[in-house]
């Protein structure tokens, strides 16, 4: 077995699916509140080979290769204003918590809200924002606009009308995605985010934590990293070539 090769060859591999990612990563890049996904190879080393003979063939351990991770990356994007009452940008760590279409509870960090046709106060998808005691109905009779505190707190005309929830999790990075900047907390409890850490800004919103530029020049580095592993194939396959011419040549 050409180790060399096979090393190459999931060079490739990877670099597809860094590819892959960097074009997501890409395409939403203009959406509010949207979280990047960061990639990387894991490094294998001397020490994970400790009881492993146990289990498997010295040949099998000898040919493993690092894999291909990624992760999604929660820094926060710049705040920018947008003039319009019904925005908002969280500042700080936390996520919005919505009812999801089959009843179930998503979290986001875009904060993109309009009143849905029934006047209850939801993201650009229609998604109801959940407060403290359930969706946070607005009175489509009331022409005064919406405010809403740091806290959270939303009133219209000096009405209070309910406590957009802030949630937060221990571990972020185990949230998985479920599209459109929409996450599935799976076995995790959402607690209520830190008043101290964490807080809103009205008339405004999150951008992403990637720009084109940045993503451009990552595409970049991975076409390069493609091809200088394409070009290390085409060398082992001629080696291999005149390797065999010789020894035919012999006999």
Not at 25 to 53: E, I, T, Y
Not at 101 to 108: E, I, L, S
Not at 239 to 244: E, L, N, S, Y
Request: zero cysteines.
């Amino acid at each position: 077995m050409n180790v060399s090769l096979f090393q190459a060859a999931a060079a490739l591999e990877a670099n597809m699916q860094r590819q892959q990612m960097i074009a997501e990563n890409l395409a939403a890049s203009s959406v509010p509140g949207f979280k990047k996904r960061d990639m990387a190879f894991s490094a294998v080393q001397a020490k994970m080979f400790n009881g492993a003979l146990d289990e498997a063939s010295k040949r099998e351990l000898q040919f493993l290769m690092p894999s291909f991770q990624s992760h999604v990356n929660f820094s926060q994007g710049t705040l920018q204003p947008t003039g319009v009452s019904s925005d908002i940008a969280i500042d700080g760590p936390g996520f919005l918590a919505v009812q999801g279409q089959n009843g179930q509870t998503h979290f986001t960090r875009d904060g993109t809200l309009r009143p849905n046709r029934d006047g209850v106060l939801s993201t650009k998808e229609g998604l109801p924002v959940l407060g403290i005691g359930g969706p946070i109905q607005l009175d489509p009779n009331n022409a005064n606009p919406i405010s809403i505190s740091t806290g959270g707190d939303v009133s219209q005309g000096g009405l209070p009308l309910g406590r957009i929830r802030l949630v937060n999790f221990d571990e972020p990075s185990k949230l998985q995605s479920v599209g459109n900047g929409y996450f599935s907390a799976g076995t995790m409890t959402a607690r209520e985010a830190d008043p101290a850490k964490t807080s809103l800004r009205q008339g405004f919103l999150e951008g992403a934590n990637t720009t084109p530029m940045q993503e451009m020049a990552e595409l970049m580095q991975t076409i390069r990293h493609f091809e200088a592993n394409q070009r290390l194939m085409q060398m082992h396959d001629d080696r291999t070539g005149k390797i065999i011419q010789e020894l035919t040549s012999t006999n």
